[in-house]
């Protein structure tokens, strides 16, 4: 026997038998019904000021998104990942995989500053600059509120039958969510090919670039997934940030937080009568009725707030309609509503943002002080070395040469020690174009007796006609001793 738990606000009477009888609704996922089913949100907006906020920052976004590849710098796209070339192109810097400390400058950026942003702000990125917020509250659910109406027109359109009315309707919306869609991947695909090679490609021969065209259709259909389907349980189900920041999360955490004390109890207006003892909360359920995930956010802090405060424009808009002061709902933190004073920087985050400090900075040095070129050695040949008739030993080495200006350059190879080190090169002065890979051919002969244990140190210096210098070291390989000198 399974023990009834009591009713839920709206539920039946005892004598009709409801699921809410074994599980009462404020145990239930917001974006589930009593019996399991998806219940879709349909959120008010309410035009406050932290909706003004939010969609100053969607509109740079959208901008930004769509403006990267398309504005070129340097001779290249502003932002481009050429996996073909091996080469990232940034505002007019091109990086590499030889990059390695300001790849992992940059990784361990990106790690602490999402640490440090969930730590002080909580899920402040996810309402006000996640893609998947900004496009689905800004872009998708705006086309589908213009063509369908507000959220109760919406209802009643998708509960209605089938019509001419309908059909052209849902029609319409579909057809602007794909075009959307569609270009969104073109754009996607564009990060990586530029939009000069995609337009021209598809146009020449669209059958040389199926890979693009596949990658073009799976992401159009699972954006056209995500923002008309899955929606609000990509944040409260799939994200894995919600519940990363519900670690990071402490006390000082700043949050959406209603102010129990100054709400409780909560009464509705037509139930205030004298000696009714209420609090300033109406329970009208607009801050309910605003959140995109169906968050109800007087129960406390919950995994499922995703930090719009469109909870907090609607609340605050009640509270003027009602003559009284703003900030029932509000960004605020644990500390503060338990009466404490909001402390902003504490240890914890204070710890972050020295370490993101350190990290952008670092990540800044390296780009500031980066080489003209890149110079890598290695051994060439079939040979690892060669006793020559003379008694000189010889090696073969590539010495592998990227030009990182956006200027062609000419490179010269030169031999700095040891003495009477001797250097045959295939091709000098070595021209290589910006952004290009070039190398050397070289063939160095030194004396065999500087080897020691069959290894000898050597010291190229690479020039170029730009001003680049660099000196390399590199061990040539040799005879052991006697014995070997003698096979």
Not at 24 to 31: A, K
Not at 150 to 168: D, I
Not at 373 to 400: D, F, K, W
Not at 422 to 434: A, D, K, N
Request: hydrophobic fraction near 45%.
């Amino acid at each position: 026997m399974i023990e009834q738990k009591p009713h839920a606000a709206g539920a039946e009477s005892p004598g009709h038998h409801r699921v809410f009888d074994v599980a009462p609704e404020e145990d239930l996922l917001y974006s589930l019904s009593a019996d399991g089913k998806r219940k879709f949100m349909h959120p008010v907006v309410h035009p406050g000021r932290y909706w003004k906020i939010r969609r100053a920052i969607a509109c740079g976004l959208f901008v930004l998104f769509f403006a990267l590849p398309l504005i070129p710098v340097g001779g290249h796209p502003a932002l481009q990942f050429d996996i073909a070339a091996r080469r990232t192109h940034v505002f007019g810097g091109t990086f590499y995989p030889t990059d390695s400390l300001i790849l992992v400058s940059l990784g361990f950026g990106v790690i602490v500053t999402v640490f440090f942003v969930g730590s002080t702000f909580g899920r402040m990125w996810c309402g006000f600059a996640c893609p998947q917020t900004v496009w689905l509250e800004f872009f998708f659910r705006p086309i589908e509120a213009l063509l369908e109406g507000g959220p109760s027109n919406q209802r009643k359109l998708n509960l209605a039958p089938w019509s001419g009315r309908k059909f052209a309707i849902k029609a319409g919306k579909w057809a602007i969510w794909t075009v959307t869609a569609l270009l969104m991947s073109s754009t996607f695909v564009a990060y990586f090919t530029g939009w000069g090679p995609l337009v021209r490609g598809l146009a020449a021969d669209p059958l040389a670039w199926k890979g693009a065209l596949f990658v073009m259709a799976f992401v159009a259909g699972a954006i056209l997934f995500d923002f008309s389907w899955f929606r609000d349980q990509m944040c409260t189900i799939a994200c894995p940030y919600g519940r990363l920041q519900n670690v990071l999360a402490d006390q000082d955490t700043i949050l959406v937080a209603y102010d129990t004390k100054r709400g409780d109890p909560k009464v509705r207006l037509k139930d205030r009568t004298i000696g009714v003892l209420a609090g300033d909360c109406i329970a009208c359920r607009a801050c309910v009725n605003a959140c995109p995930t169906g968050t109800d956010i007087r129960r406390g802090l919950q995994p499922e707030c995703i930090g719009t405060a469109q909870c907090v424009d609607a609340c605050d808009e009640v509270m003027r309609g009602q003559g009284k002061p703003i900030g029932l709902v509000k960004y605020t933190s644990e500390r503060e509503q338990q009466g404490g004073a909001r402390r902003v920087w504490h240890m914890r985050n204070l710890v972050y943002l020295v370490l993101m400090i350190v990290a952008w900075g670092t990540l800044a040095v390296l780009l500031l002080t980066r080489a003209d070129a890149l110079v890598e050695v290695v051994r060439g040949g079939r040979e690892t070395y060669r006793l020559l008739p003379s008694g000189e030993i010889a090696n073969q080495q590539r010495v592998r040469v990227t030009n990182q200006l956006p200027d062609t350059q000419r490179f010269t190879l030169e031999v700095v020690s040891p003495k009477g080190a001797r250097l045959v090169v295939g091709e000098s002065p070595l021209t290589v174009e910006p952004d290009r890979l070039g190398s050397f051919t070289a063939v160095v002969t030194v004396p065999q007796s500087i080897f020691v244990d069959g290894q000898a140190p050597i010291r190229y210096l690479v020039r170029s006609d730009q001003g680049f210098r660099k000196e390399v070291d590199f061990l040539l390989l040799g005879p052991y001793g006697e014995q070997e000198e003698r096979r």
